[in-house]
């Protein structure tokens, strides 16, 4: 039996393989969807880490170099922290939805004297997601690590 308008040499696909085509394409598709928003929420991870180490050595290195303190302080209100010289913020940074601290009362407010000490040590916790890190200040020098939680 032949097909209207088709010629019994001439080569074409069944609908059931183009449907198999299909489904292998769609599998293949909504596989790396999952990863691609993972490796998004880990750029946005990183690219907080790195922008708080910037602003905590800013804050730092102001202090050292124009012989001010400089008070670092979060508010919890609005989901965002300043460095502040005489009440006056030199920075502010609001931070995004997924990420939010949970300083200890020691830790909420905080300042880099002129020397390059920090004025209380301790630990400045915070989520990013799912994922939980650690702010460090060690006695001495204003010095600090970040650690994630496992």
Known sequence: MFVVGMNSNEKGFTLLEMLVVLAILFIIVFCIFPLNFSLQEKIQEDH????LKRDLYYGHTYAITNQKNVTFMYRWEENSYDLRVHNQP????????????????DMNRFSFHPNGNISNFGTLTFYVGNNKYKVIFTI???RFRIEKEI
């Open 90 to 105: 030199i920075l502010k940074r609001k931070l995004p939805e997924e990420i939010s601290f949970r300083p200890s009362q």
């Open 140 to 142: 001495g020098k204003g």
């Open 48 to 51: 907080f880490l790195n922008i």
